[in-house]
């Protein structure tokens, strides 16, 4: 190999390793993005789940006491091939969180505000775990705001 060719090879594999590092740093702000101290529960209807990458989301009607409907956004922290190893495959989860069935949800919303947020737990109607984890020590769950 002449010394141009090898010095073209070093600046495509030099160039090649700073953009995926480039896109694999975009993508670690899943746990600074959201508030953990203001994690709230609240009965929700499902209107959508998708199972995705990098994270399965969940698009849910969380209905207040005065009787008007937000539609919220959330993502779930498991990516897919976690959600595998636990159990909850695409089919399971597609099944389990159907449009239309009723669960209870525990998230922590985002810092930026908005109607977006983190799952942390979710319930069926029978008080069942189905997906996520416990809240976090300290982070009483709120009522809707």
Not at 47 to 71: C, L, M, S
Not at 78 to 95: D, F, H, V, Y
Not at 96 to 105: D, N, S
């Amino acid at each position: 190999m002449t010394r141009s060719r090898a010095a073209v090879w070093c600046v495509v594999a030099v160039l090649g390793c700073l953009t995926a590092s480039r896109s694999l740093a975009a993508h670690h702000g899943t746990l600074v993005s959201y508030d953990r101290d203001k994690a709230w529960t609240a009965k929700a209807v499902v209107t959508e789940f998708r199972y995705v990458n990098p994270h399965a989301q969940i698009y849910f009607d969380v209905t207040d006491d005065k009787n008007h409907t937000g539609h919220w956004s959330g993502e779930l922290l498991p990516n897919p091939a976690q959600l595998i190893a636990s159990g909850w495959t695409r089919k399971r989860s597609i099944e389990a969180l159907k449009a239309g069935t009723t669960i209870t949800v525990t998230v922590a919303p985002a810092r930026a505000g908005g109607m977006v947020v983190l799952i942390m737990r979710i319930l069926n109607e029978k008080g069942e775990e189905l997906l996520g984890g416990a809240p976090l020590p300290g982070a009483a769950p709120r009522p809707v705001p």
